[in-house]
């Protein structure tokens, strides 16, 4: 059975850096693009951007320009979410979700609580 | 940005009635739409992919339909672990977009 298994809830400082990581198993990893996808407490769902693992490729959301960086490591299966400069606007839970290749997202995560909070 | 636009945002139903949802896009989408339902505290799940077809485990009473710019949702006879949020979304060009979302409650 396919698995996104991310990291653990964060508390950062405005102006600080997050990392979100995303383990994948059970089926082949480069295979599939990953989508990054953000829902703010109480609110909808935003696109953050994706990434091919294959080749690392992105493509980010302009809102998100400058600020955020999508990488993974093929060895472990795993991709990451950096965010820069974050500020209370940030907090949110991020999901991670498989591209199923048709431009849905058929597995996720089961999301990380960013908090954002001086 | 294409934008997509759901109504209602919310609505009530009873358990057996039968509930439409709608997407509507900003501008005619040559790409497929996909549906998702979210549990409080949970991700979102596909159900609908390519507008119409059946993502694997979802019952039958969802179904999806439309083309060009108007999307429809329908759960023929809502069941009481239906009641949750249904975001419809599309990729047509960057940014991927979701709807705004249609919370379904108990009447």
């Known amino acids: ?118 | 940005a294409i934008q997509l636009t759901q109504s209602p945002s919310s609505l009530s139903a009873s358990v057996g009635d039968r509930v439409t949802i709608t997407c509507r896009a900003s501008q005619g989408l040559s790409s497929p739409l996909a549906w998702y339902q979210q549990r409080p505290g949970k991700p979102p799940n596909l159900l609908i992919y390519h507008v119409s077809s059946l993502a694997s485990g979802v019952p039958s009473r969802f179904s999806g339909s439309g083309s060009g710019t108007d999307f429809t949702l329908t759960i023929s006879s809502l069941q009481p672990e239906d009641f949750a949020t249904y975001y419809c979304q599309h990729f047509n060009t960057y940014p991927l977009t979701f709807g705004g979302g249609t919370k379904v409650e108990i009447k």
Not at chain 1, 34 to 51: C, D, F, K, S, T
């Open chain 1, 1 to 118: 059975q396919v698995q996104l298994v991310q990291s653990g809830a964060e508390v950062k400082k405005p102006g600080a850096s997050v990392r979100v990581s995303c383990k994948a198993s059970e089926y082949p990893f480069t295979g599939y693009y990953l989508h990054w996808v953000r829902q703010a407490p109480g609110q909808g769902l935003e696109w953050v951007g994706w990434i091919n693992p294959n080749n690392g490729d992105t493509t980010y959301a302009q809102k998100f320009q400058g600020r955020v960086t999508m990488t993974t490591d093929t060895s472990i299966t795993t991709a990451y979410l950096d965010l820069h400069k974050v500020t209370s606007d940030d907090t949110a839970v991020y999901y991670c979700a498989r591209d199923s290749s048709r431009r849905d997202c058929d597995y996720w995560g089961q999301g990380t609580l960013v908090t954002v909070s001086s």
